[in-house]
């Protein structure tokens, strides 16, 4: 056993050499995931469904905290009903999974497996609203959703993958637009919070946007190899679903409207981000916040007496102390042990042996800057919590400081040409607000919009492209 | 508004009168459903989820407690992958969803959606288990399933439900049966401490067993109108599938061997237990442990001076105690709310206005018994959670009086025949283990078997039917 794992450790390729086959050989061998008969879907193992789980309540608080109640929709469309709304069927007719038969039966109108469940949510609010009274609707689901993807890739793009999607109704286009901005700030936070991923907040430009939408909000996170991800997305939708689905209240004066709506979603691609923007060649390192295990406690020389008593002793305090805490005491050595959880990205390692409890101490070893120092074993369970706690603190800054660093400003073509020709990166440069200017960037520098930033900064007066007064500064680059 | 709702009560078909119409009334007037255009799958509305949310966290912990972790299998099975097990696709062909299109092209092989994941399970197990050191592998699994029911009744069987299943994999049978039953045991202690609902355990007769179990246990509760709810079932498999999946350890003595699997699985039927369990003609009522909202303070005469700022402080007071609490203070008269509430089956009601206030204290009223008194406001948070606790407790006794009182003995054809002409309930009566005369007992009598109850107890020496010897106490009923 211990060759073959301590094997494990080193048959991660490195990110230099190879990020793709990095990030393959990180979620195969940390059991992240595992691959099944069915084609381009994965396994989530225990080790990433826990991280989910992380995600998942506390991102759930949030909603919550902001009003938000959870709903569970039909996982199937009949077709009519995904079909009322024009756009919207446009886009994600191409890509669903049909159901044609119930057992041996072929059924009277066939049903696609939710892409995602706007036109579920429609229907429900038009049954349930009718007075001003009935809103604001702000309902979640938590489910997963499928898209007949031709090439996937665990946690980034799966013909299933598991999100939430929140839908909401409004009285006035105001405040639709608030909650989607609300909800985008939201997942801003989250990601910096909890994930320790800095996040670029903006707007899609129009032939990026959501299909039936009006307007698509995105966070935007760098990944270690220089390609930006979209983290989330928040749509407003204006009346456009109302009017195809006929969701009227009687407003105050008396007079019927229709509701305006949102809708944003994350997903288990946030455990891909995770990886990317923290990962090394030793493996996973996940932020204390969502990580299933927060520190691992490794008895050294475990079978001298009270070693193992006294590391079952640490345990109990800790994990009374709210700490997610666990013990290995297997035969394994330590050494095999510390590569291990290396791996896993386990943020703390606690090591302790007979020589550190004859002095009243332990050694804590960070995952994420690979720090060691010994510690009083007084206030333990205090000192763990600190040290977590800043490791999520430096884990933002140095993700930060990374993403920065890979963010150039292109104020003319030339500048453009050199800096997609030698590094990977954001780049933030000027734009007119003209889709052919933004083909041409996609079609001659190989990079594409990723979003309009909230926080414009002047690169200048024009559109380098065409020359044509500029709009916006826009974030552009290579994408997952 | 009010007459709207006030209605709505009124218009709650008495048990009496019609116990399918008042189910229906009750699922629909308290929304915890609504319905879609997708035949025979409902909508879980806010009430209905967060119930389905306060099930999930408690029977969590509990899987969790007891060693079992969380995985995400995929939602489709390959044909193939389906058919591997025999009498398991026996069972499930004839009721699957098949998709067969992705997009616009047709598959190379159909996919049906998971009907239950014991295929994928079985197939991740035999990638993940070699060692004796990889076992016991205890994973569970929180996802919607599908079945094409030809007749479908919200939560009692639906055509998409949500539920948990829980997959385990062990060295030996011993291991296995243990599992299954300390599963179902898990199932028995949540039904009574969390949902107040009193259920019979055992085992299900041959005809009754899971498609490819050799043995299925149960637990089996009686509603209100003396109809049987399977509440909760749990499958030893012993090494069929595993023969069938080639899922092979080499043991401890180093040879080659099957594994030992289990399964094990509730549903968002227990809502429908629940309901059709406490229920009364005034609507829902909900045990304290698994209520939304455990108590609302309703505020009187709420326009004079400090009602409504009293009713806020209380309401800050035990929420901080950690109280589901809510206030209604919206323009509806007291009255109007107390039936509202009632309705919806919140346990407990807490009424404050001036006089109270200048009393200090308030009046709580208990929606299982409609017991209301007077409490000081001193220590409120203290009474409010004796008093839930309380409700808990009387309304799984008051359950367990009204189920002893519907379940009857027939010692010989002629009470049987008394029985169940009269009566509606559950039927204790000897069994030969001949499964022609648990076919006759259903074709003469109209009960079927519900199952072989763990707690046996002698009600003669021979069986009813045939006449020769007895082998097993059944409990017959007829069921949902």
């Given at each position: 056993?211990?060759?073959?794992s301590?094997k494990a450790v080193?048959?991660?390729?490195?990110?230099?050499?190879d990020?793709?086959?990095?990030?393959?050989?990180?979620?195969?061998?940390?059991?992240l995931?595992?691959?099944?008969?069915?084609?381009?879907?994965?396994?989530l193992?225990?080790?990433s469904?826990?991280?989910?789980?992380?995600?998942?309540?506390?991102?759930?608080a949030?909603?919550?905290?902001?009003?938000?109640?959870?709903?569970?929709?039909?996982?199937f469309?009949?077709?009519?009903?995904?079909q009322?709304?024009k756009?919207h069927?446009?886009?994600?007719a191409?890509?669903?999974?049909?159901?044609?038969?119930?057992?041996?039966?072929?059924?009277a109108?066939?049903?696609c497996?939710?892409?995602?469940?706007?036109t579920?949510?429609?229907?429900?609010?038009?049954?349930?609203?009718?007075?001003?009274?009935?809103?604001?609707?702000?309902?979640?689901?938590?489910?997963?959703?499928?898209?007949?993807?031709?090439?996937?890739?665990?946690?980034?793009?799966?013909r299933?993958?598991?999100?939430?999607?929140?839908h909401?109704?409004?009285?006035?286009?105001?405040?639709?637009i608030?909650?989607?901005e609300?909800?985008?700030?939201?997942?801003?936070?989250?990601?910096?919070k909890?994930?320790?991923?800095p996040v670029?907040?903006?707007?899609?430009?129009?032939s990026?946007?959501?299909?039936?939408?009006?307007?698509t909000y995105?966070?935007?996170?760098l990944?270690?190899?220089?390609v930006?991800?979209?983290?989330?997305?928040?749509?407003?939708?204006?009346?456009?679903?109302?009017?195809?689905?006929g969701?009227?209240?009687?407003?105050?004066?008396?007079t019927?409207k229709?509701?305006y709506?949102?809708?944003?979603?994350?997903?288990?691609?946030?455990?891909?981000?995770?990886?990317?923007t923290?990962?090394?060649?030793?493996?996973?390192?996940?932020?204390p916040?969502?990580?299933?295990t927060?520190?691992?406690?490794i008895?050294?020389a475990?079978?001298?007496?009270?070693v193992?008593?006294?590391?079952?002793?640490?345990?109990?305090?800790?994990?009374?102390a709210?700490?997610?805490?666990?013990?290995?005491?297997?035969?394994q050595?330590?050494?095999?042990?510390?590569?291990?959880?290396e791996?896993?990205?386990?943020?703390?390692?606690l090591?302790?042996?007979?020589?550190d409890?004859?002095n009243?101490?332990?050694?804590?070893?960070?995952?994420?800057?690979?720090e060691?120092?010994?510690y009083?074993?007084?206030?333990?369970?205090e000192?763990?919590k600190?040290?977590?706690a800043?490791?999520?603190?430096?884990?933002l800054?140095k993700a930060?400081?990374?993403?920065?660093?890979?963010?150039y400003?292109?104020?003319?073509?030339?500048e453009l040409?050199?800096?997609?020709e030698s590094?990977?990166?954001?780049?933030k440069?000027?734009w007119?607000?003209?889709?052919?200017?933004?083909?041409?960037?996609?079609?001659?520098?190989?990079?594409?919009?990723?979003?309009?930033?909230f926080e414009?900064?002047n690169?200048?007066?024009v559109?380098?492209i065409?020359g044509?007064?500029?709009?916006?500064?826009?974030?552009w680059?290579?994408?997952?």
């Amino acid at each position: 056993m211990a060759d073959k794992s301590t094997k494990a450790v080193k048959e991660i390729t490195s990110m230099e050499e190879d990020f793709g086959k990095w990030y393959t050989d990180v979620v195969l061998k940390t059991q992240l995931v595992d691959y099944s008969s069915v084609k381009g879907c994965v396994i989530l193992q225990p080790y990433s469904y826990a991280i989910w789980e992380n995600i998942q309540k506390n991102l759930d608080a949030m909603f919550k905290a902001t009003g938000h109640t959870n709903v569970y929709m039909p996982m199937f469309i009949p077709e009519s009903l995904l079909q009322k709304e024009k756009d919207h069927v446009e886009g994600f007719a191409p890509e669903v999974a049909w159901v044609t038969h119930g057992g041996s039966e072929p059924l009277a109108e066939r049903l696609c497996v939710r892409p995602t469940s706007e036109t579920l949510f429609c229907e429900y609010y038009s049954h349930v609203v009718q007075s001003y009274r009935d809103l604001p609707k702000l309902c979640n689901q938590w489910c997963s959703v499928v898209r007949w993807e031709k090439t996937t890739r665990p946690f980034l793009r799966s013909r299933e993958f598991l999100w939430q999607e929140g839908h909401t109704a409004h009285a006035t286009a105001q405040e639709a637009i608030e909650e989607t901005e609300r909800m985008l700030n939201v997942y801003a936070e989250f990601c910096e919070k909890y994930l320790a991923i800095p996040v670029v907040k903006g707007r899609k430009t129009e032939s990026d946007k959501f299909a039936g939408a009006e307007a698509t909000y995105c966070i935007e996170a760098l990944m270690h190899d220089g390609v930006a991800l979209q983290a989330g997305t928040s749509h407003y939708f204006g009346d456009g679903f109302a009017k195809a689905f006929g969701i009227q209240f009687a407003d105050k004066d008396n007079t019927l409207k229709y509701v305006y709506q949102t809708s944003w979603g994350v997903t288990t691609r946030l455990i891909g981000a995770v990886i990317m923007t923290h990962g090394d060649d030793n493996g996973l390192v996940l932020p204390p916040a969502i990580a299933p295990t927060e520190m691992v406690i490794i008895p050294v020389a475990m079978h001298k007496e009270g070693v193992l008593e006294k590391a079952n002793e640490l345990k109990a305090a800790l994990a009374a102390a709210g700490i997610r805490v666990d013990l290995d005491d297997s035969e394994q050595s330590p050494g095999w042990k510390y590569s291990q959880y290396e791996m896993k990205g386990v943020p703390l390692r606690l090591e302790i042996g007979p020589r550190d409890i004859e002095n009243g101490c332990c050694m804590l070893a960070r995952r994420d800057n690979g720090e060691k120092k010994s510690y009083p074993l007084e206030n333990i369970a205090e000192t763990v919590k600190e040290i977590l706690a800043q490791i999520q603190v430096d884990m933002l800054e140095k993700a930060r400081e990374r993403r920065d660093s890979m963010t150039y400003a292109a104020h003319n073509t030339d500048e453009l040409k050199e800096i997609t020709e030698s590094k990977q990166g954001f780049v933030k440069m000027m734009w007119c607000g003209d889709e052919e200017c933004e083909k041409a960037v996609k079609e001659t520098y190989g990079v594409g919009s990723r979003c309009i930033p909230f926080e414009q900064e002047n690169l200048g007066d024009v559109c380098p492209i065409c020359g044509k007064p500029a709009k916006h500064m826009v974030y552009w680059g290579k994408a997952y």
